[in-house]
């Protein structure tokens, strides 16, 4: 198959299987040289050197690392470890929130040839035997007494596992060393000789390394390990690299976990061009970090912009009359402003005025919220809303949107600000290729795509087939090089009568609604479409209250004719506009969030339908019975 390069998407004519190559091919052009994330690292710690390459807050206030101090633990950390008995290839687990020993554990390991396992701080305790198990991991790094006491409890149901090392833990919570202890051992060893010997050991680890395994979400069954090599992630990186433009005065907030594969790459592609990396304290405190940090850039999942734009959209409207006058006309001018440019224009005239007297009456509050200095978002996980990606267009504060799963490191594609396209998740990166196969489903190809699932050759031959193309699971469509997601291929609801409708949009459609928290909408096999919704309670009460309704409880609240009408006619008129097989015809509300403990949500918080049509199924058959 012919690569073509990412500048001739306007033009494309090729045919493949009857249909124009446009809508079925692309492909980000020649692919980056083989390396290593491990010269990477060597490289930004000599050319950039700087004293503030990782901050963190420390009671109260933000603490700089050096890249020489990194450079140092790092070496330490891995002489320690090697003082231990683990060696190269042996696997290494890391269950910790977002911290820089986080980053350095990661790279001792990497940098002496072990695999290590990164796991979500999420999981409950029973949920990691399997993962240990599997993995074959010899050693744990934990973070604080939390994570110490929910490995030490399961810790008899995983043989294998011989040390348990804390990051803030001690022995006390039921570790064997902290951080601090094997950092002494490597101490011990250290000197101008080791050094030298550890970075020639390091940059001789080859491209085809094995670098990590990272366990599936498991929205079915029980999680694969994902088997990702350095040049995967190396690719990756460079790749990324020249589609978004970034240096070391950028500042970027890390907040989602460094077990998530976006994250991860995402900060090696950060380590590795000299930015800040600050991370963030917890999810909840990013806005306040933001104010503090001042970020030019910032990686998140939508459900971040979900927030921000419903926090935004409330605030409007509890403001009085002529502040919500004020905002519908300022998000009425940036939507036009949005088209010009959108469209290749540069808007003129009264619309420019107009734009520039919404900037300073509401789209600089909102910059203002983000610390001031945003120069971009970037977005993935999930599908973003269009509308509110828009919204964010307009207000002068641009989410870039890519796509990738952890089986292609992650990285397929992205837009940047030389190739926008609002809706969709970009045109594919250098050396990546994409195909449309004939039922929809998105394939990749490339540098980026991982060596298997570990010690599951049967999930490995499902997932790459015979050309070494990757099937995503993911449907989508190809339009001039740009992709489009649509849903996920088992997501798909079929109808009792024959209808296919795709749910994740309608979901995140719902989700823009300032009453709704969270929908999952179900009826495969069924004879019409209903939805689940969890209500956003701060502002359902708020109503509820101006109506002088009074009640006891959110059950009790929930189980009243009126709030039941209120809601369900917020999900109809959110959803004016679909076909009528598409709109759910029953709306059941749920008092709590779906949750990762409850095995509703996999720990990057995406929905397990199955599970929840399961759980709720009395609720759900109840639907379908009135």
């Known amino acids: 198959m012919t690569s073509i390069s990412a500048d001739s998407y306007p033009s494309l004519n090729v045919t493949m299987n009857g249909l124009p190559a446009s809508s079925r091919y692309a492909s980000g052009g020649p692919r980056p040289p083989h390396g290593t994330i491990n010269a990477l690292f060597f490289d930004a710690v000599e050319r950039f050197d700087r004293a503030d390459a990782l901050s963190t807050k420390v009671r109260g206030v933000w603490e700089p690392m050096s890249h020489r101090t990194i450079m140092e633990r790092v070496r330490r950390t891995a002489l320690g470890l090697a003082d231990m008995g683990i060696v190269a290839q042996d696997r290494v687990a890391i269950l910790s929130e977002n911290r820089p020993e986080w980053l350095i554990a990661d790279f001792a390991c990497i940098c002496s040839a072990i695999t290590d396992v990164p796991i979500y701080p999420t999981l409950p305790a029973d949920q990691l035997p399997y993962l240990l198990n599997n993995s074959g991991a010899r050693a744990i790094f934990v973070s604080n007494a939390d994570q110490a006491k929910k490995v030490a409890s399961i810790r008899s149901e995983v043989p294998g596992l011989q040390w348990i090392i804390g990051f803030a833990a001690t022995k006390a919570d039921g570790c064997d060393f902290t951080l601090a202890d094997i950092e002494a051992k490597g101490a011990a060893l250290d000197s101008a000789e080791r050094a030298t010997t550890f970075k020639h050991n390091a940059l001789a680890v080859t491209p085809d390394q094995l670098v990590t395994l990272i366990y599936t979400s498991g929205t079915t069954g029980n999680p694969k390990g994902v088997m990702l090599t350095q040049d995967n992630l190396y690719s990756n990186v460079i790749a990324t690299k020249s589609s978004l433009q970034v240096g070391t005065s950028d500042v970027a907030l890390s907040f989602l976990p460094l077990s998530h594969i976006f994250e991860r790459t995402g900060d090696y592609f950060l380590f590795a061009n000299g930015v800040r990396i600050a991370y963030a304290e917890s999810i909840d405190t990013v806005p306040v970090n933001m104010s503090e940090v001042k970020p030019t850039m910032m990686m998140s999942v939508p459900r971040l912009y979900e927030k921000i734009y419903a926090r935004v959209v409330e605030n409007a409207v509890a403001g009085g009359a002529l502040k919500r006058r004020i905002f519908l006309w300022a998000k009425n001018v940036g939507e036009k402003w949005a088209d010009q440019r959108l469209a290749g224009h540069d808007p003129s005239g009264l619309l420019a005025m107009q734009y520039a007297l919404a900037q300073k009456l509401v789209f600089s509050k909102l910059k203002e919220r983000t610390g001031g200095n945003l120069r971009f978002f970037v977005s993935g996980g999930a599908p973003l809303s269009p509308e509110i990606a828009k919204f964010f267009y307009s207000a ?21 600000f030389e190739h926008y396209r609002l809706g969709s998740v970009g045109r594919p990166i250098p050396g990546v290729e ?14 980026h795509i991982m060596r298997g699932y570990y010690n599951n050759a049967e999930a490995t031959k499902d997932a790459i087939d015979e050309e070494g193309w990757f099937h995503t699971g993911d449907i989508g469509e190809l339009l001039d090089g740009f992709l489009r997601i649509t849903d996920r291929k088992k997501d798909i609801i079929v109808t009792a009568g024959g209808k296919n409708i795709a749910p994740q949009p309608i979901e995140n459609m719902l989700r823009t609604n300032k009453y709704v928290s969270q929908a999952v909408m ?17 502002q359902l009460e708020k109503w509820a209250a101006s109506q002088n309704i ?71 058959d109840g639907l379908y019975e009135e």
């Not at 179900?522 to 701060?538: A, I, Q, T, Y």
């Open 522 to 538: 179900l009826g495969d096999k069924r004879k019409f479409p209903v939805v689940l919704v969890v209500p956003n309670w701060d």
């Open 550 to 620: 009074v009640w006891t409880s959110r059950a009790e609240l929930l189980a009243m004719p009126t709030i039941n009408a209120k809601m369900e006619k917020e999900v109809k008129t959110q959803l004016a506009g679909l076909a009528s097989y598409e709109t759910p015809k029953k709306v059941a509300l749920l008092e709590h969030d779906f949750s990762v403990e409850r095995g509703e949500l996999t720990p990057t918080l995406k929905v397990k339908r199955r599970v929840i049509d399961k759980t709720y199924q009395p609720l759900i």
């Open 396 to 416: 002068g504060l641009i989410i870039l949107e890519g796509y990738g799963l952890t089986e292609t490191s992650p990285v397929i594609s992205t837009n940047t």
């Open 434 to 447: 994409v195909m449309i196969a004939a039922d929809g489903e998105i394939l990749s190809r490339g540098p």
